[in-house]
């Protein structure tokens, strides 16, 4: 993807019904929520603790009447993680909080609990179902590099055939022998449900794909939702978005 496309994007999504509207535009919803999700968690890492603090401030207006919604709108702030800052603030613990929002019916007040509901429908980053969708995203890439794999007859050890020692760092797919991609030697494969923006791949290469290089050699990271175009890659990194799925792996002469 063009960085242009991309910055557009990511721009404009803010907020769950965003999403509607690039849907109907034609995007693909796997692309949509994964650039929501990544632009959120971004936000969140970056004000959590600043939002936090107001939690005495959202407690006396949850106690006054605004909803648990009405709050998170004024904050700008997932809802979830509103809802819990005003929990604990009232006395109720982490575990507990999960509970309800796993289960509202546990809650006494009929009302907080609708809210609760509210609540979890409208966040799309932090819910039980957000994380689900997003469990079911990874599964989907590896399954779709797993059968492009197994299509060409390639021979891998995934990764939890390679999980070894405590903090060994393994790639989702280990190739038996290395093969050549578009002209290069690759040695490993890793599957990202995530998209990879120039924020995404530092991180990924600082944390798994250096290191992946280090010890088995060159590989290729796949963004199944997307990637942008002309990204610099570390030595012996190379990335590629679903288009993957259009080529073909060789054998290395010898």
Not at 8 to 15: I, P, Q, S
Not at 119 to 139: C, F, H, M, T, W
Not at 152 to 159: A, P
Request: proline share 4%; charged share 35%; with cysteine.
């Amino acid at each position: 993807m063009e960085y242009s496309e991309y910055k557009r994007l990511y721009d404009a999504l803010n907020r769950p019904e965003d999403i509607d509207h690039f849907l109907e535009k034609g995007y693909d919803q796997r692309l949509l929520e994964t650039l929501y999700t990544q632009k959120t968690s971004r936000y969140v890492k970056k004000h959590f603790h600043y939002v936090k603090e107001r939690a005495p401030n959202m407690l006396r207006e949850w106690k006054k009447g605004r909803t648990l919604m009405e709050i998170a709108d004024k904050y700008r702030f997932p809802p979830i993680l509103i809802a819990m800052f005003i929990f604990l603030e009232d006395g109720a613990n982490k575990k507990r909080f999960w509970e309800f929002i796993k289960d509202p019916d546990m809650l006494e007040s009929k009302q907080t609990a609708e809210e609760v509901r509210d609540v979890v429908k409208n966040d799309l980053v932090y819910s039980p179902q957000a994380n689900e969708r997003q469990k079911e995203r990874g599964i989907w890439g590896e399954t779709l590099l797993q059968n492009w794999l197994d299509e060409q007859g390639i021979k891998y050890r995934t990764e939890k055939d390679l999980r070894g020692g405590e903090g060994q760092k393994t790639p989702d797919c280990l190739l038996d022998e290395p093969m050549n991609y578009d002209g290069k030697k690759i040695c490993w494969i890793e599957s990202k449900a995530s998209f990879g923006d120039n924020v995404e791949f530092r991180f990924n290469s600082r944390k798994q794909l250096c290191p992946y290089t280090k010890l088995f050699g060159p590989g290729l990271v796949v963004y199944w939702t997307g990637c942008l175009d002309d990204m610099e890659c570390p030595e012996d990194v190379y990335i590629s978005d679903i288009s993957v799925l259009e080529k073909k792996l060789e054998r290395i002469s010898e």
